[in-house]
C-alpha cells in the first residue's frame, strides 16, 4: 500500500532520468556505443563514413515520416530504411518494393541477380566470377552467341544463325567465314544459283566460301562462268552451252570458235602438238588475264597529260616531300615518347602492385564495414524499439504525475507527505535500478521483433501479389461481364423454351381433343356412308331398259358372230403359215449355248487352278489378258438369245391372231352379259314408277352411246383386218425367216470360232494343275493367250460384219440392243486389253500393230510416250546386227512419224514432222552397258522440241540412273499431222508389206517391250490390230525380277472414266452392325465422277465428286424420299490431284457421317433403316445400272478417272482386281494421267501463275487452242509499260508484243477444231505461227532486247484481271509450253497454277459449230464434224462446268446501248463501285491473301449505305479461332479481331449510315490496331500478342460471307449482307479488283430505283429453291422491262434431257420445249417494241403437251406430241439466264437477259428471289434502277 501510495511521486522521477537518457544520446552520437576506432581493418574515413549514416539512419528511424532513406536503402512500407538486396551491383533500388536501379557489372534482374544474354557468370560469387560475354568462341572481341550456359563444367553456347559448333567456332552449312579470327564473320554462299538445287543450302566452302560441285556445265570461285568447252550466260540466263567447235575451245561469252594455234611450218622439225584439256584451262585464264590487263591499261592510257596534269604531279611531289620531312620528325619524337612510355609502364607496374593491395585492404575493410553495418542496423531497430518503450513510459509518468497531483488535492495532503512519498519512490527506484536488468523480457521483445520483420516481409510480398492480381481484376470482370450475358441469354432461352414446352403441352391437349371429336365424327360419317351404299343398292336395282334395247342388243350379237366367223377362217391361214416357216435347226441353238456354259465351267476351272498359286502376280497378269475371252461365252450367249428373238418374231403374227380371237371371245362374253342385264331390267321395269323410268332411260341412253362406240371400233378393227393384203403378210414372213437363218449362221460362225478357244482353255487348265512356281506353266499359258487373242482378233471383224448386217435388217427393238449389248462388250474388252501389264517378247521377224486407243489428232502438238524394254544380249543375232528397229508411230507414207530405234550402240529418238529427219542419240549411256533388266524409256515431244529420258534401275537398291537428251527441228513444221485412216503404230517389227523410213529401217527387235502410255492414256501390246510371227511357245514374254518404276502397282488402281470395280457379297468380309464404315482413297484432277454405288431395287446409295466437291445420295425405302449430303460448304475439294481420304460412317442406322482427310465434312439424320444391300460399285458401273430407275437420283453418269487406294469395308481390305466381275481398271497410278494440260475457260475466267519468265529477249512458246467465239484474250504478260498478248479478234490470231501487231491471214479460227500457235521473240523479229502458217515481223526495239531482268513476273491464260482492250477467252486451251529461265521445255501442269479463277481442268466442252459453217470447210469438213461428235459425246452427260459465271456468247463487251431500245443497256453508276444487299449473302470473295498478313494488314475501303447493320469486311482461319471483321452495328462502325484469346474491338462514337460515301481505313498492326474514318478520327486500341501465331486462309469476303460464317464471332444481325455500295478496296496500298466468286453484286447505279429484280449486262442469274418447280402442268406470270432486245428469261432442264426455256430474239418472245420426244415452240411478237422502257406482261401456261404463251394479251399457243411416260421432275428453275453447258444448239439466243424483273408467280403463287437457292454474277435483288 506504502507503494501504491508513493508510485505517483515517482512519475517526475522517470521523466527527469528520460530527458537524462536523450541528452546523453544526442551527445555521443549512438544511444549503444561500438568500439569503432578500435578496429585497424577499418579505415578513418570508412569510420566517418559509417558513424554519419549510422547517425542518420538513427535520425530518420526517431523522427517519423522523415526525408528519403539514404543511397544503399530504400523505404519500406512501414516507414522503415532497409538495406538493399542487389548482391553489390547497383546502389539504388525502389521505395516499397526495393527493386534495384541500374544494375551495373553486365547483370540484370530484380535484384542484380542474374547475367543478361549473351553474358555468363555468377553474381552472387561477385569478382571474379560475375558476369562476362559468353566465350563464343571468344568473349567480347567475337562473340556470336544469343546466349550461353554452363553444363558438365563447360560453356555451352546458343548460336546466331550464321553460325555452328559447341562455342560458335564454325560457320554454318551454307555459310562460310572463320569465327575465330577477329573481324570476321560468316557470310552466305554465293554460287550464282548453280550449286545442287535438291540442297536447302549452296555448297561452298566453310572458311574460303569457294563453290563446290558447280552444275549446269559452270566453273569459278562462285560457278559464276561457264566451264571450259561451254559458253554463256552462268549467272542470270543460266544457258551455259556446248561449244561447236569440234573439240577446240570456243569463247566464254559469244560461243565463237577460237583459231587454231599457228601450225608448225613445213620444213622444220617441230613436232605436231596436241593439246589436252588442261592446256586449254591455262590459255582460257592466261586470256581472262590479258583481257584484266588491257582493262588497267586503257584505264590509265586515259588519264589526260596536258599541263594541268604535270601541275598537279608537281604539287603531289611536293606535298609528298613535306611529308616526308615531317615524318622524320614525328619518328625522332617516336623514339622519345617511346623511352617516355617505358618509364610510364614501369612506374604503371609498380601502382597496380600498390592498387592491389589497397584493393585487397579494400576488400577487407569493406567485409568489415558490411559486419559493422549489419550490426548497426540492429542496434538502431533495438533503439528504436526503445524509444517507443520510453514514450511509453513517459506518458504513463505524465499520467501518474497528474494523478498524484490530483492524489494529493483528493487527500489534502501537506508538503511534508508529499515529500515523505517522494522519498519512498526514491527508494523504490533505487532498489529497481540495483536489481538485474530484464534478459528475459528483452529477448522476449528481441523475438518478438524478429517474427515482426518476418510478417513485414510476407506483407510485402502479398503486397506484390496483390498488385499482379489487381492488374488482372479488370480482364476477369471483363469476362465475368460477357459470362453473366451469356447466361442471361442462356437464362432467357431457357424460359422461351419452357414457354414452348408449356404451348406444346396445350397444344398436344387440344389435339388430344380434336382427335376425339373427329374420331366421334368418323363413326358418324361411316354410319352415314353406309346408309347411302344401301340406298344406291336399291337405286341399281330398280333400273329398267325397254324392249328397244333387247332388239338392239341382239343385232349387235348377230353382227359380233359374223365377225367371229371371219376372224376364225383367217387363223386357220396364219396358222399354216406359221407352220411352214417354223423349219429351222432349233438344235443348233441349243448346242451353242450349251458349248457357252461349258466354256464358262472350264473358265471357273481355271480360274479355281490358279488360285494361291500366283505369288510374284504374273499369272494374274495373263487371267487379266484372258478376261476378254470368259465374256465371249457372254457374246455367245447374246447371239443365242439374238437368234431366239428372230425365231419369236415370226411366232407374233400367231400371238396377235390368238390375240384377236381372245378379245372377240371376251367382248362376246360382255354382249351376252349386258343382254341378260338389259333383259332383266326390262322385267323389273313395269313395277317401277315413272320417275323411276325417267332416270333409267337417262342411264340406258348412256349405254346405248358406249354400245355405239364399241360397235365402231369392232368394225374398224375388221375393216383392217380385211384390208391386208395376203401377199404383204407373206413377204413380211418371208423377211423374217431370212432374219433367222442369217443369225443361225452367226451363231455356227462364233461356234467355230470358239472351238480353239475351247482347247486352249482345257490346255491351260491341264498346264496348271501341276504349276510349281517355274515359268514353264507361265509361258504355256501365255503362248495359249497370245493364239486365242489371234483367233479372236480374225474372229471379231467377221462377227461384227454379221451383227451389223443382222442389226440393219431386223425390225425387232429387242434385237437391235442385244447387238449394241454385244458391241458394248467388245468395246469392254479392248479396253481390258489395254490394260494387261505383261510385256511381249520379240525375235526380230515378229511385229505387233497397236490399236493406239486415242484419236491420233490429239498427238499433233505434243506425244508422250512410256515403255518398257529388256535386250536378250546373249542372241546371237543381236550380237551380229546390234542396230535395231523398236517402234513406229505415223503416217503409212512416213512423212509425219516418231520412231524409237539401237543404233551404234546408243538409243536413238526419231521424229519427222514433214521436213528432215530429228535424231537424238543417248549417247551418255551406250546400249551394251544397259543392265540384262527391264529399264524405262519415256520420248516427248513439244511443238519443235524433242526429249528422251531413260531411267535404269538397280536390284541391290531403290537408287536409279537417269539420262536426259534434247533436240529439236530446225525448220518452221511443229505438228505431226496425222489423218486417223492413215495412221499405222507398229511395235517391235514391221510387216513385209510396208516400207520404214531409211533412218528407221532396220532389223527388228530382240528382246522384251511393253508399252505404258501415250499421252495420258494407259496402252499395251495386247490392244492389238494385228500380230505378225509372235509364237509365245518359244518366245514367251519376260518375268519381272522387281516391279521396278512401279512402287505403288500394289496398292493403287488406275480408273480411266471407262471400267470399274465391284466387291460381291460384301459381308463375307465384315457385317453391316451398329457403326457401318466405307474407306477409301481417291486422287483425281476432274470435276465430276462415280466413286461408290450401291443399288438393290429403288434403294440406291451414291457417293459422287460433282464439280469437284462430294456429292452423297440414298435412299433405303425412306417415306420422305431420298436424303442428300453434299459438301455444300466446299471444305474439302477432291479434284487437285492429291490423294484423299474418304470415309462414310453410317451410325446406328440412323445418321450418315461423311470425313474427309480425318475431318468431320458433314452429317444428316435419316429414318432408323439398315442398309439393304450386298454389291458395291467402284469408280463406275454398268451402263444398265446407270440408266435405271436411280439414274435421274444420280448428278452425272461419268465414270471415274483417276486413282484409288485402300478401300475397306468395316476396316478390311479388298483386292479390286481380284473380285470377279471388275472389268477396265490396272494397277499403279501413272503421273501423266493425273497432270491437267487443258483447261476450259468461259468467259469469265482466267488461270495464272508466277515463273522466272523474260518474254521480251528470247523466248518460244505455243498451246493448242478450240473456240466458238470470234473474239478473246488467249495469253497476257506484262513487263513494266510493255505488254505481250496473244488473242483472238474476229475470227484471227493476232500477236501484240510491244504495239507490234502480227495477225493470222486467215479468219476462221472460231471453228470449233482445235488449232495451234506457236509465238517467237528474238532481237531480231517477232514471229506467229498458226497451224503451220508462219508471219512475222522486224523486231523495232532491238536495243532493248536481251535487257529484260529474270525477276519472277505473273502470266495469263483465258483472260487477265487487268483492264485490257480484248474480253476473256471462251473455249479451250491445251499443252501450252514456253521457254523459262527457271526449268527445261516442259508441257504446263495448269492443276500447279496457284490462281484458278472459274476455269475448268478437265474436259472441253466446245459444242459442234454451226451446219452452215461446216459447209464452208471444205473437204475435210465430215472428218472434223465426226471428230468433235465424239468430243461432244463423250461430256453429253456432263450438267454443269464449275464455275459460276455465264458464257456470253455472240454479245459484244463494250455495246453500250441496244439499237432496238429505249433504255441504256447499262444505266448510269458510279464507277469501280459495287452495290451489295438484297440478299442475306451476297458477296465477293478474293482469294489472294499476302503472304505478310499476318504482321500488317492496311485496309482501305469507301462506302455509302442507310442500313444500321451489315457484314462489310471479314476474315478468318478454317475454325474461325483468328479472325479480322469490319462491320455496321446500330448505323456505328466496328472494327473488331482477336488477339490470342481476347477480342479486340473498337467501335465509333457516330453513326455512318448517312447515305454519304466515308472513307474507312482499319490496320491490324503487330501490337495496335487503327480505325480511321475520314482521315478526321482516329480511333486506336494497344494490344499483345505474337503475330506469327495469328494466321488467316482464304477467301477474304467483301460485302458479306458465305452462310454459316461468322456468327462464331460476330452478332446475328451484322453477319447479314451490307447493303450499300463499296468501292476503291485496297490492301497494303494495292488495289484489289478481281473478285474470284461474285453472288448478287451489280454496279453502284445512280438515279432513281423501283422495286424489281435487275439483271446486269455483265451476266448473272437466279435459280429458284426446291418449293418452285416447272412439271407437266403449270402457270408462269411476270413482269420484264428489258434493256436488250435479246436474253434468256427462264429456262428449266432435266437429267434426262428434257428442258423449257423461255427468251426473247429481237422483241419476239418464244417459249421452246422437249418433252423427251421432240422439240416444239410458240413464239408471239408485238406490234410495240418490247424494249420501249415501259413494264411489259407475260404468262405461260402448260397443260402436258400444250402450251399458251401471252403477252401483253397477246396470245398463241403450240399442242406438241404427247408423251405417255411423262412424269414431274423437281429440276432447278433459273431466272435470266442459265449456265452454257445445259444450253442446246437449237437455242436461237444463249445471252443472259438484262434488265429489270418483277411480280413473278408461278401457280399464283409469288417467288421471292431473295430466298432463292443461289443468286449468281450481277444480280441485284429487290432494287432496280429506274432509268
Same mark, same amino acid.
Given at each position: ?94 521505395? =516499397? ?5 541500374? +544494375?551495373?557489372? @553486365?547483370?540484370? %534482374?530484380?535484384? *542484380? $541477380? /542474374? &547475367?543478361?544474354? #549473351? ?32 553444363? =558438365? ?5 546458343? +548460336?546466331?544463325? @550464321?553460325?555452328? %559448333?559447341?562455342? *560458335? $567456332? /564454325? &560457320?554454318?552449312? #551454307? ?1451 485496297q490492301l497494303n496500298g494495292r488495289s484489289i479488283t478481281s473478285a474470284s466468286q461474285t453472288f448478287s453484286v451489280t454496279p453502284c447505279f445512280e438515279g432513281p430505283s423501283e422495286a424489281g429484280t435487275y439483271f446486269s449486262s455483265e451476266g448473272g442469274y437466279v435459280v429458284l429453291d426446291e418449293s418452285f418447280s416447272l412439271g407437266l402442268k403449270f402457270e408462269v406470270v411476270f413482269e420484264i422491262r428489258p434493256r436488250s432486245s435479246s436474253g434468256i428469261l427462264l429456262h428449266g432442264h432435266s437429267v434426262n434431257g428434257e428442258y423449257l426455256n423461255m427468251h426473247m430474239k429481237n422483241g419476239q418472245v418464244t417459249v421452246k420445249l422437249n418433252n423427251g420426244i421432240r422439240d416444239f415452240s410458240t413464239s408471239v411478237t408485238l406490234k410495240q417494241s418490247l424494249c420501249d422502257g415501259r413494264w411489259h406482261r407475260i404468262a405461260v401456261i402448260r397443260d402436258a403437251n400444250v402450251v399458251q404463251l401471252d403477252v401483253d394479251s397477246e396470245v398463241n399457243h403450240v399442242v406438241g406430241p404427247l408423251n405417255p411416260k411423262a412424269t414431274d421432275h423437281r429440276e432447278p428453275v433459273f431466272i435470266g439466264g442459265v449456265p452454257e453447258s445445259l444450253l442446246t444448239s437449237s437455242l436461237t439466243t444463249r445471252n443472259s437477259f438484262v434488265g429489270c424483273i418483277r411480280n413473278f408467280m408461278i401457280d399464283e403463287k409469288p417467288v421471292s428471289f431473295s430466298k432463292a437457292a443461289l443468286v449468281s454474277g450481277a444480280v441485284s435483288i429487290n432494287t432496280c434502277p429506274a432509268a
Amino acid at each position: 500500500m506504502a507503494l501504491i501510495s508513493a508510485w505517483p511521486l515517482v512519475s517526475p522521477l522517470l521523466f527527469f532520468l528520460r530527458c537524462f537518457s536523450s541528452s546523453t544520446a544526442s551527445s555521443e552520437g549512438s544511444v549503444f556505443q561500438f568500439d569503432i576506432e578500435g578496429s585497424s581493418a577499418v579505415s578513418e574515413q570508412e569510420a566517418t563514413v559509417i558513424r554519419g549514416q549510422q547517425q542518420a539512419v538513427a535520425t530518420g528511424s526517431w523522427v517519423p515520416f522523415a526525408e528519403g532513406c539514404q543511397e544503399g536503402f530504400y523505404l519500406t512500407s512501414s516507414g522503415i530504411c532497409s538495406p538493399c538486396n542487389c548482391n553489390g551491383n547497383a546502389d539504388r533500388c525502389l521505395d =516499397g518494393s526495393g527493386i534495384c536501379v541500374d +544494375c551495373q557489372r @553486365n547483370t540484370t %534482374g530484380q535484384h *542484380c $541477380e /542474374r &547475367c543478361p544474354d #549473351g553474358f555468363i557468370g555468377d553474381v552472387v560469387g561477385g569478382v571474379p566470377t560475375f558476369c562476362q560475354p559468353c566465350p563464343c568462341p571468344l568473349p567480347a572481341l567475337a562473340n556470336f552467341a544469343v546466349s550461353c550456359y554452363r553444363k =558438365g563444367g563447360s560453356v555451352r553456347c546458343v +548460336c546466331k544463325e @550464321n553460325y555452328a %559448333g559447341p562455342n *560458335c $567456332e /564454325r &560457320c554454318a552449312p #551454307g555459310y562460310y567465314g572463320n569465327p575465330l579470327l577477329i573481324g570476321s564473320t560468316c557470310k552466305k554462299c554465293d554460287c550464282s544459283g548453280n550449286s545442287d538445287p535438291n540442297l536447302i543450302f549452296e555448297d561452298c566452302d566453310e572458311v574460303t566460301g569457294q563453290c563446290r560441285n558447280c552444275l549446269h556445265h559452270t566453273a569459278g570461285f562462285r560457278c559464276e562462268r561457264c566451264a571450259p568447252g561451254f559458253y554463256g550466260d552462268a549467272r542470270l540466263a543460266k544457258n551455259c552451252t556446248e561449244c561447236n567447235c569440234g573439240g577446240r575451245m570456243c569463247d566464254s561469252q559469244t560461243g565463237e570458235c577460237l583459231a587454231d594455234s599457228p601450225e608448225a611450218s613445213t620444213g622444220t622439225d617441230c613436232p605436231t602438238i596436241s593439246c589436252d584439256k588442261c592446256i586449254w584451262d591455262l590459255t582460257d585464264d592466261i586470256r581472262l588475264a590479258v583481257l584484266a590487263i588491257d582493262e588497267s591499261k586503257a584505264t590509265l592510257l586515259s588519264i589526260a597529260t596536258g599541263v594541268a596534269a604535270q601541275k598537279r604531279l608537281n604539287d603531289l611531289n611536293t606535298t609528298t616531300t613535306h611529308l616526308q620531312t615531317a615524318m622524320s620528325q614525328k619518328k625522332n619524337h617516336a623514339a622519345l615518347w617511346t623511352i617516355q612510355v617505358d618509364d610510364a609502364a614501369d612506374e604503371m607496374n609498380d601502382l597496380l602492385r600498390e592498387a592491389a593491395t589497397l584493393d585487397e585492404q579494400g576488400t577487407e575493410a569493406s567485409s568489415k564495414g558490411l559486419l559493422v553495418q549489419k550490426e548497426t542496423m540492429k542496434t538502431n531497430n533495438r533503439a528504436t524499439q526503445l524509444v517507443q518503450q520510453l514514450v511509453i513510459m513517459r506518458d504513463n509518468i505524465q499520467e501518474i504525475s497528474s494523478k498524484m497531483k490530483y492524489y494529493a488535492i483528493q487527500q489534502e495532503l501537506s508538503p511534508e507527505e508529499i515529500a515523505q512519498k517522494l522519498s519512498v519512490a526514491e527508494e523504490m527506484l533505487q532498489e529497481i535500478k540495483h536489481r538485474k536488468p530484464f534478459t528475459k523480457e528483452r529477448q522476449l521483445a528481441e523475438e518478438e521483433g524478429n517474427a515482426a520483420e518476418e510478417l513485414l516481409q510476407q506483407v510485402e510480398e502479398f503486397h506484390e501479389r496483390y498488385n499482379d492480381t489487381r492488374s488482372l481484376v479488370s480482364d476477369v470482370l471483363e469476362q465475368l461481364s460477357e459470362q453473366d450475358v451469356r447466361l442471361s441469354d442462356l437464362e432467357e432461352a431457357l424460359d422461351q423454351a419452357l414457354d414452348y414446352v408449356r404451348q406444346t403441352e396445350d397444344t398436344n391437349k387440344g389435339n388430344t381433343a380434336s382427335l376425339q371429336q373427329q374420331e366421334k365424327q368418323h363413326e358418324k360419317i361411316t354410319e352415314q356412308v353406309e346408309e347411302v351404299n344401301s340406298i344406291l343398292q336399291s337405286a341399281t336395282t330398280v333400273l329398267a331398259g325397254p324392249q328397244k334395247l333387247n332388239f338392239e342388243l341382239s343385232e349387235v350379237i348377230k353382227n359380233v358372230s359374223g365377225f367371229y366367223a371371219e376372224i376364225d377362217g383367217a387363223k386357220k391361214e396364219l396358222q399354216e403359215k406359221l407352220a411352214n416357216l417354223s423349219l429351222f435347226d432349233a438344235d443348233l441353238v441349243e448346242k451353242a449355248m450349251q458349248h457357252a456354259h461349258n466354256l464358262r465351267r472350264l473358265a471357273d476351272e481355271l480360274d479355281r487352278n490358279l488360285y494361291g498359286v500366283d505369288t510374284n502376280g504374273l499369272v494374274q497378269r495373263a487371267i487379266n489378258a484372258s478376261n476378254a475371252y470368259d465374256n465371249i461365252a457372254g457374246y455367245i450367249a447374246e447371239a443365242n438369245k439374238a437368234a431366239l428373238v428372230a425365231l419369236n418374231t415370226t411366232n407374233r403374227v400367231n400371238d396377235a391372231a390368238v390375240g384377236i380371237d381372245t378379245q372377240i371371245t371376251y367382248h362376246k362374253g360382255k354382249s351376252e352379259e349386258l343382254l341378260n342385264q338389259a333383259m332383266g331390267l326390262q322385267r323389273t321395269a313395269a313395277a317401277s314408277t315413272d320417275s323411276t323410268t325417267e332416270g333409267a332411260s337417262w342411264r340406258v341412253n348412256g349405254t346405248l352411246a358406249r354400245m355405239n362406240a364399241l360397235r365402231t371400233q369392232l368394225t374398224r378393227a375388221i375393216t383392217r383386218m380385211q384390208s391386208a393384203e395376203t401377199v404383204e403378210a407373206r413377204e413380211r414372213l418371208e423377211q423374217a425367216k431370212l432374219k433367222t437363218a442369217e443369225a443361225v449362221s452367226a451363231t455356227m460362225t462364233v461356234t467355230q470360232a470358239t472351238t480353239p478357244i475351247d482347247e486352249n482353255v482345257r490346255l491351260w487348265s491341264q498346264n496348271l494343275q501341276d504349276f510349281q512356281h517355274d515359268s514353264a506353266a507361265y509361258n504355256s499359258a501365255v503362248h495359249s493367250a497370245g493364239d486365242a487373242v489371234k483367233k479372236l482378233t480374225e474372229v471379231f471383224p467377221q462377227l461384227l460384219d454379221k451383227l451389223r448386217q443382222v442389226e440393219q435388217k431386223a425390225p425387232a427393238n429387242n434385237i437391235s440392243s442385244s447387238i449394241q449389248r454385244i458391241r458394248e462388250l467388245i468395246a469392254q474388252t479392248r479396253s481390258v486389253a489395254s490394260k494387261v501389264q505383261v510385256s511381249m517378247m520379240f525375235e526380230g521377224q515378229s511385229a505387233v500393230e497397236v490399236n493406239p486407243k486415242i484419236n491420233v489428232k490429239e498427238l499433233r502438238s505434243f506425244t508422250s510416250m512410256s515403255l518398257y524394254i529388256k535386250l536378250q544380249k546373249d542372241n546371237p543375232q543381236l550380237a551380229a546386227s546390234p542396230d535395231r528397229f523398236i517402234l513406229y508411230l505415223g503416217s503409212k507414207d512416213a512423212k509425219n512419224y516418231i520412231g524409237l530405234a539401237i543404233k551404234n550402240d546408243n538409243l536413238v529418238y526419231i521424229y519427222n514432222l514433214g521436213g528432215q529427219d530429228v535424231e537424238i542419240p543417248l549417247d551418255a549411256k551406250p546400249v551394251s552397258t544397259w543392265p540384262s533388266y527391264f529399264s524405262i524409256i519415256k520420248i516427248e515431244r513439244i511443238g519443235r522440241h524433242g526429249k528422251m529420258f531413260l531411267t535404269l534401275p538397280s536390284l541391290s537398291s531403290t537408287a536409279e540412273e537417269k539420262f536426259i537428251k534434247k533436240g529439236e527441228v530446225l525448220g518452221p513444221s511443229s505438228l505431226l499431222n496425222l489423218e486417223p485412216e492413215n495412221a499405222v503404230f507398229y511395235v517391235g517389227g514391221v510387216p513385209p508389206d510396208f516400207k520404214l523410213p531409211p533412218s528407221l529401217n532396220l532389223p527388228g527387235f530382240i528382246g522384251c517391250l511393253e508399252l505404258a502410255t501415250l499421252n495420258d492414256d494407259v496402252i499395251s501390246l495386247y490392244n492389238f490390230k494385228s500380230i505378225y510371227n509372235i509364237d509365245t511357245t518359244t518366245s514367251p514374254p519376260c518375268a519381272r525380277n522387281k516391279l521396278a518404276f512401279t512402287p505403288s502397282r500394289a496398292v493403287s488402281y488406275f480408273f480411266d472414266g471407262s471400267g470399274y470395280a465391284v466387291a460381291r457379297n460384301i459381308e463375307r468380309r465384315g457385317k453391316f452392325s451398329q457403326v457401318t464404315r466405307f474407306d477409301i482413297e481417291v486422287r483425281t484432277p476432274t470435276d465430276n465422277g462415280l466413286i461408290l454405288l450401291m443399288v438393290n431395287g429403288s434403294m440406291f446409295f451414291s457417293l459422287e465428286m460433282h464439280n469437284g466437291f462430294l456429292y452423297l445420295q440414298y435412299d433405303f425405302g425412306f417415306s420422305t424420299g431420298p436424303v442428300l449430303l453434299e459438301d455444300s460448304t466446299k471444305k474439302a475439294q477432291i479434284n487437285d490431284a492429291k490423294f484423299h481420304e474418304i470415309s462414310i460412317i453410317y451410325h446406328n442406322s440412323k445418321k450418315m457421317i461423311l470425313v474427309v482427310d480425318r475431318r468431320h465434312i458433314k452429317s444428316v439424320d435419316n429414318e432408323r433403316t439398315a442398309m439393304p444391300f450386298t454389291d458395291i460399285y467402284i469408280g463406275g458401273a454398268p451402263a444398265e445400272i446407270l440408266h435405271s430407275s436411280i439414274s435421274s437420283h444420280l448428278a452425272g453418269s461419268i465414270g471415274f478417272k483417276g486413282c484409288m487406294k485402300g478401300f475397306q469395308f468395316q476396316k478390311k481390305d479388298f483386292n479390286l482386281l481380284e473380285e470377279p466381275g471388275t472389268l477396265g481398271i490396272s494397277y499403279g497410278c501413272p503421273e501423266d494421267s493425273l497432270m491437267s494440260r487443258k483447261a476450259y475457260f468461259n468467259g469469265e475466267s482466267f488461270i495464272a501463275s508466277s515463273q522466272k519468265v523474260s518474254l521480251f529477249s528470247e523466248f518460244e512458246g505455243g498451246f493448242n487452242f478450240q473456240t466458238l467465239q470470234p473474239n478473246g484474250l488467249l495469253f497476257y504478260y506484262s513487263e513494266g509499260s510493255d505488254v505481250l498478248s496473244i488473242s483472238m479478234d474476229r475470227g484471227a490470231v493476232v500477236l501484240n508484243a510491244s504495239g507490234t501487231k502480227i495477225q493470222s491471214p486467215d479468219r476462221n479460227y472460231n471453228d470449233g477444231r482445235t488449232h495451234f500457235i506457236i509465238t517467237s521473240v528474238n532481237p531480231e523479229r517477232y514471229e506467229l505461227t498458226v497451224d503451220d502458217k508462219k508471219q512475222s515481223k522486224k523486231n523495232p526495239a532491238k536495243d532493248r532486247a536481251g535487257k529484260s531482268s529474270d525477276s519472277i513476273k505473273k502470266f495469263y491464260f483465258g483472260g487477265s484481271p487487268l483492264r485490257t482492250q480484248q474480253a476473256n477467252f471462251t473455249g479451250c486451251i491445251s499443252n501450252a509450253y514456253f521457254t523459262r529461265l527457271d526449268r527445261e521445255v516442259e508441257v504446263e501442269d495448269f492443276q500447279q497454277y496457284p490462281e484458278k479463277v472459274q476455269a475448268s481442268l478437265y474436259g472441253c466442252p466446245v459444242e459442234t459449230p454451226p451446219v452452215a459453217l461446216l459447209h464452208k470447210k471444205g473437204k475435210n469438213s465430215s472428218k472434223a464434224k465426226g471428230n468433235r461428235n465424239k468430243k461432244v459425246g463423250r461430256d453429253k452427260d456432263k450438267i454443269s462446268q464449275p464455275s459460276s459465271g455465264l458464257k456470253k456468247l455472240y454479245q459484244e463487251v463494250n455495246m453500250q446501248r441496244d439499237s432496238q431500245c429505249h433504255l441504256p443497256m447499262n444505266p448510269k453508276a458510279t464507277e469501280h463501285a459495287y452495290q451489295f444487299g438484297g440478299t442475306a449473302n451476297s458477296r465477293q470473295e478474293f482469294d489472294h491473301i499476302p503472304k505478310d498478313f499476318s504482321q500488317r494488314a492496311q485496309f482501305s475501303i469507301n462506302l455509302k449505305t442507310q442500313s444500321s447493320h451489315g457484314m462489310i469486311f471479314y476474315v478468318s482461319d478454317q475454325k474461325e479461332t483468328n479472325f479480322m471483321a469490319l462491320f455496321v452495328a446500330h448505323g456505328r462502325l466496328i472494327f473488331m479481331f482477336n488477339a490470342g484469346q481476347q477480342k479486340i474491338r473498337i467501335k465509333s462514337q457516330e453513326k455512318y449510315n448517312d447515305g454519304l460515301w466515308h472513307n474507312v481505313i482499319f490496320i491490324r498492326g503487330k501490337n495496335i490496331g487503327r480505325l480511321i474514318i475520314d482521315g478526321l478520327r482516329v480511333l486506336e486500341e494497344p494490344f499483345s500478342g505474337n503475330a506469327n501465331a495469328w494466321q488467316v486462309t482464304e477467301p477474304l469476303y467483301i460485302g458479306g460471307v458465305a452462310p454459316g460464317k461468322a456468327v462464331k464471332n460476330i452478332q446475328i444481325n451484322s453477319v447479314y449482307s451490307f447493303s450499300g455500295c463499296l468501292s476503291n478496296l485496297q490492301l497494303n496500298g494495292r488495289s484489289i479488283t478481281s473478285a474470284s466468286q461474285t453472288f448478287s453484286v451489280t454496279p453502284c447505279f445512280e438515279g432513281p430505283s423501283e422495286a424489281g429484280t435487275y439483271f446486269s449486262s455483265e451476266g448473272g442469274y437466279v435459280v429458284l429453291d426446291e418449293s418452285f418447280s416447272l412439271g407437266l402442268k403449270f402457270e408462269v406470270v411476270f413482269e420484264i422491262r428489258p434493256r436488250s432486245s435479246s436474253g434468256i428469261l427462264l429456262h428449266g432442264h432435266s437429267v434426262n434431257g428434257e428442258y423449257l426455256n423461255m427468251h426473247m430474239k429481237n422483241g419476239q418472245v418464244t417459249v421452246k420445249l422437249n418433252n423427251g420426244i421432240r422439240d416444239f415452240s410458240t413464239s408471239v411478237t408485238l406490234k410495240q417494241s418490247l424494249c420501249d422502257g415501259r413494264w411489259h406482261r407475260i404468262a405461260v401456261i402448260r397443260d402436258a403437251n400444250v402450251v399458251q404463251l401471252d403477252v401483253d394479251s397477246e396470245v398463241n399457243h403450240v399442242v406438241g406430241p404427247l408423251n405417255p411416260k411423262a412424269t414431274d421432275h423437281r429440276e432447278p428453275v433459273f431466272i435470266g439466264g442459265v449456265p452454257e453447258s445445259l444450253l442446246t444448239s437449237s437455242l436461237t439466243t444463249r445471252n443472259s437477259f438484262v434488265g429489270c424483273i418483277r411480280n413473278f408467280m408461278i401457280d399464283e403463287k409469288p417467288v421471292s428471289f431473295s430466298k432463292a437457292a443461289l443468286v449468281s454474277g450481277a444480280v441485284s435483288i429487290n432494287t432496280c434502277p429506274a432509268a
